[in-house]
C-alpha cells in the first residue's frame, strides 16, 4: 500500500494512438489540462496498440516504462489520456507504486478547483463522487485481504459497505439540494420569458474565449485566463443589443471531447440555459489549426445535451492572432447573418456581433391606425397586453382610436381568435 499525496505535481502523462477507435484523444490537450490542473508535465510516454489491455491499458512493456519515467524524474503522479476502468487503475497504482489518473478524474479535479458559486460546488461534488463511487475499493487496499470466508472475516468488507451507504446518502442528498436550484432557476426562466427577454447563451469548445467576449459585450468581470475550463459558474447578464432591444446574454461552461457523463449529468440545469435560449453564440478559435474538429466536437456535446436545434451564429473570435485577421460579418443569400469574425481581446468586431443578433431578433412589425367600437372591449385588452398600443384617442361615440405597432407573430395569434376576425383585415392591410 502506497502513501498517496494530497496533491500530484510532477506527473507523467500516458497517451495511446488505438487505430481501431475513431475518436481519437489529442496529446496536446492532455498536457493543456495537466497543466490547468496545476500539474508540472515532466515526461510523456506514448505507444500504439490495436487495442487497449484489459489489465493495464497499456501493457506489461509499457506500464515497466513508465514506471522508469516516474522514477527518473521523481513523479508524484500519472495521468492517463483515456477513460480507465476502476480494475485498470487499481492494477495500475499497484504496479507503479504512484497515484493514477485518467482523463475523466483530471477533467473532474479541474472542475472542483475552478467551482466558486454554491451550486457549482454541488454539481461537482455529485459529479465526483458517481465518479468515486465504482472506484472505493481503491481507496481499501490494505484491507483486501480480508474479502470473507472461513477465517477471512474481518472490518475491511464491514467499512467497504459503510463508506458505499454513506456515498449513496450523500450522492441522493445533493440530487435533492440541486433540484431545489434547478426549480430556483426555472422560475427564473419563466420571468425573462414573460418580460419577452430573449437569452442568447455563448457556447463553445474550452478556452475559445467565451469568456473574454462575454466580459466585453457586458463589461462584467468573469474570470477569464488562457487555460482549460477557466469558467464553471454559469453567469447572466441583460445586453442591450442595436435598437434598443434587451437580451440575457449567459456564459456557460466550454466543451470538450468525451465530456464525462457524470458532469453531463450533473450540470443538467447549467446545461438547461442552452437547450433553452433562443441563440447560441458558437465561439470558435479562429487560430486553432484544429479548430473543424472542435467544432465538430461543441456540435457532438450539443446534441447530447439536446441543444442541437437551437439556432446558431458562429462566432470566429481570436482573429488578432491572425495575419490577416479582419472582422467581418457574413450572412446568407436572404441576408441572414451566418458568421462573424472578431477579437474579443481587443473588441475589433464586436459592434458586428451585436448587429448580427439584432438583426436575428428583428421581427417584421406592422403598424396601423384602428377604431375600435365599444365592443371590442376584449381586443383593446388584447392589444395593450402585448404593449402593441402606442397611443389612443376616444371618440364622442365612445370607440377607441389606437396607433398600433404589432409583431408579425402577435397579429397571426390575434388572428386566430375568431372573435377579432372582422377587424383584423384592415389591421394588416394598412400595415
Same mark, same amino acid.
Given at each position: 500500500?502506497?502513501?498517496?499525496?494530497?496533491?500530484?505535481?510532477?506527473?507523467?502523462?500516458?497517451?495511446?494512438?488505438?487505430?481501431?477507435?475513431?475518436?481519437?484523444?489529442?496529446?496536446?490537450?492532455?498536457?493543456?489540462?495537466?497543466?490547468?490542473?496545476?500539474?508540472?508535465?515532466?515526461?510523456?510516454?506514448?505507444?500504439?496498440?490495436?487495442?487497449?489491455?484489459?489489465?493495464?491499458?497499456?501493457?506489461?512493456?509499457?506500464?515497466?516504462?513508465?514506471?522508469?519515467?516516474?522514477?527518473?524524474?521523481?513523479?508524484?503522479?500519472? $495521468?492517463?489520456?483515456?477513460?480507465?476502468?476502476?480494475?485498470?487503475?487499481?492494477?495500475?497504482?499497484?504496479?507503479?507504486?504512484?497515484?493514477?489518473?485518467?482523463?475523466?478524474?483530471?477533467?473532474?479535479?479541474?472542475?472542483?478547483?475552478?467551482?466558486?458559486?454554491?451550486?457549482? +460546488?454541488?454539481?461537482?461534488?455529485?459529479?465526483?463522487?458517481?465518479?468515486?463511487?465504482?472506484?472505493?475499493?481503491?481507496?481499501?487496499?490494505?484491507?483486501?485481504?480480508?474479502?470473507?470466508?472461513?477465517?477471512?472475516?474481518? #472490518?475491511?468488507?464491514?467499512?467497504?459497505?459503510?463508506?458505499? &451507504?454513506?456515498?449513496?446518502?450523500?450522492?441522493?442528498?445533493?440530487?435533492?439540494?440541486?433540484?431545489?436550484?434547478?426549480?430556483?432557476?426555472?422560475?427564473?426562466?419563466?420571468?425573462? +420569458?414573460?418580460?419577452?427577454?430573449?437569452?442568447?447563451?455563448? =457556447?463553445?469548445?474550452?478556452?475559445?474565449?467565451?469568456?473574454?467576449?462575454?466580459?466585453? $459585450?457586458?463589461?462584467?468581470?468573469?474570470?477569464?485566463?488562457?487555460?482549460?475550463?477557466?469558467?464553471?459558474?454559469?453567469?447572466? &447578464?441583460?445586453?442591450?443589443?442595436?435598437?434598443? +432591444?434587451?437580451? %440575457?446574454?449567459?456564459?456557460?461552461?466550454?466543451?470538450?471531447?468525451?465530456?464525462?457523463?457524470?458532469?453531463?449529468?450533473?450540470?443538467?440545469?447549467?446545461?438547461?440555459?442552452?437547450?433553452?435560449?433562443?441563440?447560441?453564440?458558437?465561439?470558435?478559435?479562429?487560430?486553432? #489549426?484544429?479548430?473543424?474538429?472542435?467544432?465538430?466536437?461543441?456540435?457532438? =456535446?450539443?446534441?447530447?445535451?439536446?441543444?442541437?436545434? =437551437?439556432?446558431?451564429?458562429?462566432?470566429?473570435?481570436?482573429?488578432?492572432?491572425?495575419?490577416?485577421?479582419?472582422?467581418?460579418?457574413?450572412?446568407?443569400?436572404?441576408?441572414?447573418?451566418?458568421?462573424?469574425?472578431?477579437?474579443?481581446?481587443?473588441?475589433?468586431?464586436?459592434?458586428?456581433?451585436?448587429?448580427?443578433?439584432?438583426?436575428?431578433?428583428?421581427?417584421?412589425?406592422? @403598424?396601423?391606425?384602428?377604431?375600435?367600437?365599444?365592443?371590442?372591449?376584449?381586443?383593446?385588452?388584447?392589444?395593450?397586453?402585448?404593449?402593441?398600443? &402606442?397611443?389612443?384617442? %376616444?371618440?364622442?361615440?365612445?370607440?377607441?382610436?389606437?396607433?398600433?405597432?404589432? +409583431?408579425?407573430?402577435?397579429?397571426? @395569434?390575434?388572428?386566430?381568435?375568431?372573435?377579432?376576425?372582422?377587424?383584423?383585415?384592415?389591421?394588416?392591410?394598412?400595415?
Amino acid at each position: 500500500m502506497f502513501d498517496r499525496p494530497k496533491s500530484g505535481e510532477r506527473a507523467v502523462l500516458v497517451h495511446l494512438e488505438l487505430p481501431q477507435e475513431g475518436d481519437q484523444e489529442d496529446l496536446q490537450e492532455i498536457e493543456e489540462l495537466a497543466v490547468s490542473a496545476g500539474a508540472i508535465p515532466v515526461a510523456v510516454v506514448t505507444g500504439t496498440r490495436k487495442s487497449p489491455d484489459a489489465k493495464l491499458f497499456i501493457g506489461s512493456g509499457k506500464a515497466e516504462e513508465v514506471r522508469a519515467a516516474i522514477l527518473e524524474h521523481e513523479a508524484e503522479l500519472v $495521468l492517463f489520456n483515456h477513460a480507465l476502468s476502476p480494475a485498470q487503475e487499481r492494477n495500475l497504482e499497484r504496479l507503479l507504486q504512484c497515484r493514477v489518473l485518467d482523463r475523466t478524474g483530471l477533467i473532474l479535479d479541474i472542475f472542483a478547483q475552478r467551482a466558486r458559486s454554491h451550486e457549482g +460546488k454541488l454539481q461537482v461534488e455529485l459529479a465526483q463522487l458517481r465518479h468515486l463511487s465504482t472506484r472505493l475499493v481503491r481507496g481499501w487496499t490494505h484491507l483486501e485481504r480480508q474479502k470473507g470466508g472461513i477465517g477471512l472475516r474481518g #472490518p475491511g468488507e464491514t467499512q467497504l459497505e459503510t463508506d458505499r &451507504r454513506l456515498l449513496a446518502d450523500r450522492i441522493r442528498l445533493l440530487e435533492r439540494r440541486l433540484e431545489k436550484v434547478n426549480r430556483q432557476r426555472e422560475q427564473g426562466r419563466r420571468a425573462r +420569458k414573460r418580460a419577452e427577454l430573449p437569452t442568447v447563451s455563448l =457556447v463553445g469548445y474550452t478556452n475559445a474565449g467565451k469568456s473574454t467576449l462575454f466580459n466585453r $459585450l457586458t463589461t462584467a468581470q468573469v474570470y477569464a485566463a488562457d487555460q482549460l475550463f477557466a469558467t464553471l459558474d454559469p453567469t447572466l &447578464r441583460r445586453v442591450e443589443l442595436p435598437g434598443g +432591444k434587451g437580451i %440575457v446574454l449567459a456564459d456557460t461552461v466550454g466543451f470538450i471531447r468525451h465530456l464525462p457523463h457524470d458532469l453531463v449529468a450533473a450540470f443538467r440545469s447549467t446545461l438547461q440555459e442552452t437547450r433553452d435560449a433562443d441563440l447560441l453564440l458558437h465561439v470558435i478559435d479562429a487560430h486553432d #489549426p484544429e479548430r473543424q474538429a472542435k467544432i465538430e466536437q461543441v456540435r457532438v =456535446v450539443l446534441a447530447e445535451i439536446g441543444a442541437n436545434e =437551437v439556432p446558431q451564429l458562429e462566432v470566429y473570435n481570436k482573429i488578432d492572432l491572425l495575419e490577416q485577421g479582419q472582422p467581418q460579418l457574413e450572412r446568407s443569400s436572404d441576408g441572414q447573418p451566418l458568421r462573424v469574425h472578431l477579437s474579443a481581446v481587443s473588441g475589433a468586431g464586436v459592434e458586428l456581433l451585436l448587429q448580427a443578433v439584432a438583426d436575428f431578433f428583428r421581427e417584421v412589425m406592422v @403598424q396601423s391606425r384602428l377604431c375600435l367600437p365599444p365592443s371590442a372591449g376584449r381586443l383593446r385588452a388584447a392589444l395593450y397586453a402585448i404593449q402593441a398600443v &402606442r397611443r389612443e384617442q %376616444v371618440e364622442d361615440s365612445g370607440a377607441w382610436l389606437l396607433d398600433v405597432e404589432i +409583431k408579425a407573430h402577435d397579429l397571426a @395569434q390575434l388572428r386566430k381568435q375568431q372573435d377579432f376576425a372582422p377587424l383584423l383585415p384592415a389591421l394588416q392591410a394598412e400595415g
